[in-house]
Structure formats: C-alpha cells, structure tokens
C-alpha cells in the first residue's frame, strides 16, 4: 500500500509523493517560549515524531525542521512581569521544552531556527511583500493587505466576508493611530513601543509580526516549496492562512504540498485552556505517569481526531504500558539468557505488512496499537508452550516464533517511539523522589513518604522497607502467565498481597497483579487460591493457600527457594526431581494469615 495522507488543503485522502524522490522536507511550528509545555504540546510534538519515524523507516531521508518564537507580547509581558530581560524568559522555557521532549521520546528537530535569529531574512521577505504590492506601510507599521491574495482563504476555508475580526489573540488589534486598510490584514513589522527590544528596519525600529517568522524560516532551511507543514489545528487559522499569503504571494507556486494538523486535547469532554483552568503541564503530569505512558496515550487516538484526557483514560494507558513493558523486557530477562541470536531472526511478515498498512493509511496508530496487544496475545501462547517444554528443547521452532514475534513487536514500538529505559536509568531519573521519600521517612513524615511511594510506584519502581536498612527497590511487571479471577473483597487482596510482598499496581483487581523480577526468574503468576468460601468473613479466614507456578532458571534457584522457604518456618514435601510435575509444597502458619505455597515445575515431555 502506498502512503496515503490526509491534506488540509484538499480535505482528502492523496498519496504522498515528495518534490525530491526519498527525501521529504518537514517544517512543524514550534513554541512560544514564555511558560512550561502543557499537554497540548505533548500531543502535537509527540505525533509529529512518529511521522518523521514512521517515514524513516520507510527509507526516506527527513529533514525536520522546528521553530522556536523568542520574540512575541507573552514573552515581554512575562519578563516585565519578572524584572527579567526576553532573552531569559526564551532561554529558561527553551531549556524546559528540550527537558520535556526528551523525556516523551521525542528526537530533536535537524534544526531549531528563532525568530531573533532571522531578522535579515524576515526584513527581506516583507520588503518583497511591498514591492509585489501585497503589503504596506503605515505610521512604521507593516501590513499585509489581505484582500490582494485572492485565495486568501483556501486552506481554512473561510471567506473574508463572514470572518469575525479579532479570530486569534496573535493578531493583535491596531494602534488607534494607526488604520489598517482592511479590518482583517495582519501585522508583518510591528514599530517599537517604549522599553521594548527592536531591531531597525527601512520603514523604523520594530520587530516582526507572528506569522512572518515562519515564512522567512521555511524559505531559509527548504527554500519556496516544502513537503510536510505541520502543526496543531489551532493554527490553522489564522497562522497557517497567513503563512501560505505570504509565502506563495512572493514565490507563485505551493508553499506546502501536504498541510498536516492534529486534533485537540479535550479535559473531561471539555478544551484544554488556561482560561478553563483546566491547563496540564507536561511536567506536572510526569510526576505521577511515566513518559511512555504519556506517549502511549497520545498515539492510541487517531492524530486528527481530538482526544480526552481523563483520569480513567491516562490510568488505561498506564495499565496498557506496563503489558507492552513486560513484553519487551522479556528479552533481557529470559530471551538473552537462552541464547537468542535475534540476528538470525526475521520479522514477522504478517505483522509487519498489517503494521505498515495502518501507517500507509494517513498514520494510524489506533490500529497499530491494536496490532501491538494481538502480537502480545500471541506471545503469551507461544510463551506457554515454550514454558511447558523441557530446558533442552527450547531451541525449537516454537523458540523461534517467540523470538519472532518479540523481535516484530520490538520494531513496531521502535517506530512508535516507545521506549524503555533500564531499571539503573529508572532510578537515577527518579533519585529526587527517592532522596525526598528517605527524609520523610527519617522525620517520620508518613503520610508524605506513601505520597512519594505512590509517585514511584506509578514510575514502575516498587518499594521495599526494610528495618535498619535503605529500602529496596524492584520494578513493576506484570505475570507472563494468565492471571485467574480472584473474586474476593479488596481487603482480602490487601491481606493476600501484602503476606506475598506484591503490589497490584494500578487497580485492585487480581487480575491486574504486577510482579518484579528476580535476576533468576522468568515467570511468576498465581494461578488459583483459597480453599475458603468466597463469603468467609476476612477475620474468620485461617486455612487458605495460595498456589504460584515458578519457573526457575536452574536447580541452584530451586534450592535456594526452598531453603528460604525453610528458613522462615515452612514445611516441606519436595519432589525426587526437576521437572517431574510434583509440587514442592511450602505451608506457613494459617492462623497469622501466612499463606500456603505451592511451586509447581514444569512436567519433562
């Protein structure tokens, strides 16, 4: 299927064939810098990335260019505000936006050109603009004469006679000494006001107007004619609109051929907007989400559609990470230790021709996480029988569909940008949370370190107390095996979970138990418990069980096991052998809530 992309312009549908053949020339519009990245940013710099990945790994040579606005009324009012200078208030939210993006996994742009940087180039283009007779001047104003382009228009839709005045808080209202010869012509040089910073210009002290920047910095990184021009549908109009007056009243061809927009970000079925109070830093969100959590969110949405952040929505996603996490954290914790060459192993041909079908098809990552979650299903029943095989005949055909299928599903989240960190990287990114969380616990500050822990927890790092020493740290995966429904009060999980040291993170239900790793281990799940009635009073419980299938590395991991288990008091019944399908039967005080363990090995076929 060829790539297929929905353009603004034609409200269609076109296949994508770029002005060089392999080469696609991408402009996406950047911030304003004078306050944090909220996540509106998040969604439109986070989607932007997948189309550069996604037409990268489909051999074309991207050149992305992203802009930064340093000079704008925001930033002066703020750095008045301040008692600061502008280019302190640009600097500190650049630096912010850049800490940001890299946390969501976002690659940097080939080039971030500013505004203040390409003064020569935006004095040259409107002083074209005048000597084609689309612009003039007025009282040291510069004016872009909208009635002159006669497709002014085209790409919102919109006619002049029906526009309202005053359609964005960008285009600023006139000088009352100043007339506009049209209510709707917009400002490409607005002249010096007291105590502000200018630059000198034919027609007086001044600085350039919003949407002039973006027409001077296209021509200077791409020249008269782009590939992709990309942005927020907030932009649409009027800054798009008017880029494409500008740009195309001095070169006579298309700015853009492919104008691309995504979708608004709703809170609770309502627009995101400081004047709502319903704003939400991307900063403010990361202290309780992983990034990839955030990502995943985002592109689980069709980019055009609008989406709504919720708290139900944003815990799905989290639930929905962590499956996708275990999945490939599976190769370090038993693919590598198998010996998998996945150098010898060829992508899956099904998935990916499904995958490249849904990106082909305007970029839909809705299907393509739908696709993720069936490779993920397929792993689990590949991994069952891989798991009820002996050791020896792991390097089967059935080894080498698992490997496989996780090496498909490795490249497919690759494309996607969805990334995981190891767990030294983990914690080194969380070490504030965790320096805060030690000194509430040394001022016996308690209600502030849970508050810390649930931060962590919601990162993927659990924490273990432990008595006269540092806590522990482990992170969260879920069972590679089906977890059994476990009906019971929450209570009586809390009872259960807290005698087994296992978090159920992010809901209470069993099924969603998540368990850490030993270096080890590869599989651990409950699969039944309880030989009590459902309706058993939880302080009336006393002979319950709990049965775990364990898979161990080695015979070393089951003696240790079992002598850890001796050590706290169990009793034992251990089978003749490894992997002759009895129980190593492990049963603790019923009556202080210990619970009974079995560990069942694996049968040899």
Request: hydrophobic share 40%; aromatic share 12%; charged share 25%.
């Amino acid at each position: 299927m060829t790539l297929r992309i929905y353009n603004t312009l034609t409200r269609r549908k076109q296949e994508f064939t770029p002005i060089e053949a392999g080469k696609v020339k991408m402009y996406v519009c950047g911030i304003t810098a004078y306050d944090y990245c909220h996540l509106g940013h998040a969604r439109a710099y986070v989607i932007w990335d997948m189309v550069r990945r996604y037409l990268r790994s489909i051999d074309y040579d991207v050149q992305y260019v992203q802009n930064f606005t340093d000079i704008d009324d925001k930033i002066l009012n703020r750095a008045e505000t301040e008692h600061v200078t502008m280019q302190e208030i640009a600097e500190r939210y650049i630096q912010a936006y850049n800490e940001d993006m890299e946390k969501l996994n976002i690659l940097p742009a080939d080039t971030y050109p500013r505004a203040t940087e390409s003064i020569q180039s935006i004095l040259n283009l409107i002083q074209s603009l005048i000597d084609r007779g689309y612009a003039y001047v007025t009282g040291g104003d510069v004016y872009y004469a909208v009635r002159k382009f006669p497709n002014y228009g085209k790409l919102s839709g919109r006619k002049l006679e029906d526009m309202q005045a005053g359609a964005s808080g960008r285009v600023q209202a006139s000088n009352d000494a100043v007339q506009k010869q049209y209510p709707f012509d917009f400002a490409l040089w607005k002249s010096a006001k007291p105590d502000e910073p200018f630059w000198s210009s034919p027609w007086g002290n001044g600085r350039p107007g919003w949407h002039i920047e973006c027409s001077a910095m296209v021509r200077d990184a791409f020249g008269e004619s782009l590939d992709i021009h990309a942005g927020g549908v907030d932009l649409q109009f009027p800054h798009h609109e008017n880029e494409i007056a500008q740009s195309e009243a001095v070169s006579d061809r298309p700015f853009a051929n492919f104008w691309m927009h995504n979708g608004f970000v709703n809170i609770d079925n309502e627009k995101m907007s400081k004047s709502l109070n319903n704003f939400t830093t991307i900063r403010a969100l990361l202290k309780h989400y992983d990034p990839m959590v955030v990502r995943l969110f985002i592109l689980q949405a069709h980019y055009r559609q609008p989406i709504d952040f919720t708290e139900e929505a944003i815990n799905s996603a989290a639930k929905a990470w962590i499956n996708i996490y275990a999945e490939i954290a599976f190769n370090d914790y038993f693919g590598a230790k198998r010996g998998w060459d996945l150098a010898q192993v060829h992508l899956d041909e099904d998935f990916i021709n499904r995958f490249n079908e849904a990106m082909d098809d305007d970029f839909n990552t809705s299907v393509a996480i739908a696709l993720i979650f069936e490779l993920i299903k397929n792993m689990d029943k590949e991994r069952i029988v891989v798991n009820n095989k002996d050791p020896i005949a792991l390097n089967t055909t059935d080894m080498q569909q698992l490997a496989r299928y996780w090496k498909t599903l490795k490249y497919i989240v690759d494309v996607l940008g969805l990334n995981i960190n190891n767990f030294k990287v983990l914690i080194e990114d969380n070490s504030n949370v965790i320096q805060q969380r030690n000194q509430a616990r040394a001022e016996k500050n308690f209600v502030k370190s849970d508050e810390l822990r649930e931060i962590l927890e919601n990162k993927r790092i659990r924490v273990i107390d432990q008595r006269g020493s540092k806590p522990k740290y482990e992170m969260f995966i879920r069972p590679l095996r089906p977890v059994l429904n476990f009906d019971r009060s929450v209570k009586f999980y809390e009872v259960v979970m807290k005698e087994l040291g296992i978090k159920l993170c992010p809901s209470d239900s069993m099924e969603e138990a998540v368990f850490g790793f030993d270096e080890d281990l590869t599989v651990l799940s409950i699969i039944q418990t309880t030989n009590n009635s459902q309706n058993t009073p939880i302080p009336e419980v006393r002979n319950f069980s709990m049965n775990i299938t364990l898979r161990a590395n080695d015979q070393d991991t089951v003696d240790s096991f079992y002598k850890v288990a001796l050590d706290n008091g169990a009793t034992s019944k251990r089978p003749p052998e490894w992997g002759n399908g009895q129980y190593t039967c492990l049963v603790l005080d019923p009556d202080q809530y210990k619970l009974g363990v079995s560990y069942e090995f694996p049968p040899n076929e």
